[in-house]
């Protein structure tokens, strides 16, 4: 009834742990006491638990009562046992403890994703991600910023976006001495000292630095345009080509020009706006008389 209750009677004067029952305030008291009562005949070992003591001395009789099902192989512990008893990959051998973890795996391996987006067709590998990806559909952000209030679609955003308020930056680069705030910004910044690029497209052998950016590419040999606009059905390459896209039918235009108020759609045509104020001319015309 006590584990019900939730009442734990027997308390240990030491350190103030309580317990359900006294057999296990015993156990615990050894922590404090270093008593360790079980001892092995053969060898003067002694354990603090009768258990131990039994799987010790399967080292001295040789005794291996724990066997795999799938194999016959016999082992002295139950916990080596276990680790044999993980399943295993086929294809590069890697072990799992669950079956649904060799699955996801799996799918690393040949490319399956099985969960699709029915609003935009992206497809994922595991259904978590794509219950993420939904909430860009919907617009939910279930987790809000207090200082802000600002709120975000994952976690892992709302952590960045505590360090634009923090100013923490924990990811460093010894030779430049640049800080990051994402640990994937570390990384990409790492490529460009070392040249790395570690993506290659299989038909033309372009190389890139980051996967997203492979998988843009792609789509200039597939043709694939899979971000499409609910108004007009025109179909783009990336998203962010949608969302400028959308600007036309909504009239957004939210880069606005702080010395004369004039707004535009891009952040690049506000860019070459502001050279009327500035006077700036990037582009020289020469002429030979």
Partial sequence: MKIHTGEKPFECKDCGQRFFQNGHLKYHMRIHTSEKPFECKDCGHRFFENGHLKRHMSIHTDEKPYECKDCGQRFSVNGSLKNHMRIQCKGCGQRFFKNGHLKYHMRIRTGEKPFECKDCGQRFFQNGILKYHMRI????????????????FQNGHLKYHMRIHTGENPFEREDCGQRFFKNGHFKYHMRIHTGENPFECKDCGQRFFKNGHLKYHIRIHTGEKPSECKDCGQRFFQTGH??????????????ECKGCGQRFFKND???MHMRIHTGEKPFEFFSEW
Avoid: A
């Fill in 137 to 152: 559909h919907t617009g939910v952000k279930p987790l809000e910023y207090k200082d802000c209030g600002q709120r975000f």
């Fill in 242 to 255: 949608l969302k400028y896209h959308m600007r036309i039918h909504t009239g957004e235009k939210p880069f």
């Fill in 269 to 271: 045509h506000l860019k």
